[in-house]
Nanobody, 124 residues
Framework: QVQLVESGGGLVQAGGSLRLSCAAS????????MGWFRQAPGKAREFVAS????????YYADSVKGRFTISRDNAKNTVYLQMNSLKPEDTAVYYC?????????????????WGKGTLVTVSS
């Protein structure tokens, strides 16, 4: 069993930055691919970014490419999402997810464990 706890959400003005963190329990974190997804009010949850176990393979949604950066520190069992140049349309609950495979995926169904989410609000 893996527990994921997100932090770092909050209110920021458009153009600003936030860094989300996701702390994972368990000794197998380094062998898992990780991902970030988000759900805006009234919309379905969508893929944001994912990273393979080693960090060697990374994927981004087109909507965040060039603005967001996913990274991980396996020694700290933590995955990060650095969000720059934030836009009002980035407002959402952001979820961290883990996959019991070292291979990263962009699909929600490919993830096995989920955090409870952290709210990011971007004001215009």
């Amino acid at each position: 069993q893996v527990q994921l706890v997100e932090s770092g959400g909050g209110l920021v003005q458009a153009g600003g930055s936030l860094r989300l963190s996701c702390a994972a329990s368990g000794r197998t974190f380094s062998s898992y691919a990780m991902g970030w997804f988000r759900q805006a009010p009234g919309k379905a949850r969508e893929f944001v970014a994912s990273i393979s176990w080693s960090g060697g393979r990374i994927y981004y949604a087109d909507s965040v490419k060039g603005r967001f950066t996913i990274s991980r520190d396996n020694a700290k069992n933590t995955v990060y999402l650095q969000m720059n140049s934030l836009k009002p349309e980035d407002t959402a609950v952001y979820y961290c997810a883990a996959r019991t495979s070292p291979v990263a995926t962009t699909t929600e169904g490919g993830m096995d464990y989920w955090g409870k989410g952290t709210l990011v609000t971007v004001s215009s």
